[in-house]
């Protein structure tokens, strides 16, 4: 009884650890929207809206872990799900843009999931701003399985392709510097290219 009592009770403490988190990241994101609808540079509205992202992928998460009560691990679908979501009403690309989403149901740990979703946001906002430039129609496909040799995202659009100095040895933006970092750490092989559009691919253990 005194081992389920201390069960319990480290369970309501991470219950409510999250909970402030989640919190906190939403009150992060609501100040970081303030100072980017009260900057005029360009170049530092975009960042700031780049970094809204990435917070509110975090945020995102937490909320996973809340609903689900499981909080050492979750839902990819649930997660990236929400996610794409998320980042179609914050993008608001135009209407003949469409975001889609194909992910198999599994499971992963929160320290695979945190990266997981920073990778599907910076890619999925790089195909929405950059790939249907001068186009008013196009489609951004998040492709996500898992098979027995560990998990596959591929995130690809029928937009513009890669230009010259945006292939993958010239690219040095922060986006895909930081894409990189987290394929590293989660030891996957990441790899973009352009196929009719762009294609990036991810592939690590799960």
Do not use: C, W
Request: no cysteine; aromatic share 4%.
């Amino acid at each position: 009884q005194d081992l389920a009592r201390q069960v319990e009770e480290k369970e309501l403490l991470l219950k409510e650890v999250h909970h402030r988190i989640k919190n906190n990241l939403a009150s992060i994101e609501a100040l970081v929207s303030l100072q980017g609808d009260a900057v005029r540079d360009p170049k530092a509205r975009t960042a700031l809206e780049d970094t809204l992202g990435r917070i509110a992928g975090m945020r995102i998460l937490y909320e996973k872990l809340l609903g689900g009560g499981q909080y050492a691990k979750s839902s990819v679908r649930g997660y990236i799900e929400s996610l794409v979501l998320s980042l179609s009403e914050a993008l608001a690309p135009p209407p003949g843009v469409r975001i889609l989403s194909s992910v198999e149901d599994f499971t992963l740990p929160t320290e695979k999931l945190f990266p997981l979703g920073i990778i599907v946001n910076e890619l999925v906002t790089n195909a929405i701003k950059y790939a249907f430039q001068g186009r008013d129609r196009g489609t951004v496909e998040v492709l996500l399985s898992k098979g027995d040799s560990g998990a596959r995202l591929e995130i690809r659009d029928d937009g513009k392709g890669l230009g010259r100095e945006s292939q993958p040895e010239n690219a040095d933006g922060f986006g895909l510097t930081l894409v990189r970092m987290l394929s590293d750490q989660l030891r996957g092989e990441f790899s973009i290219e352009s196929a009719g559009g762009t294609r990036a691919i991810l592939l690590f253990p799960a």
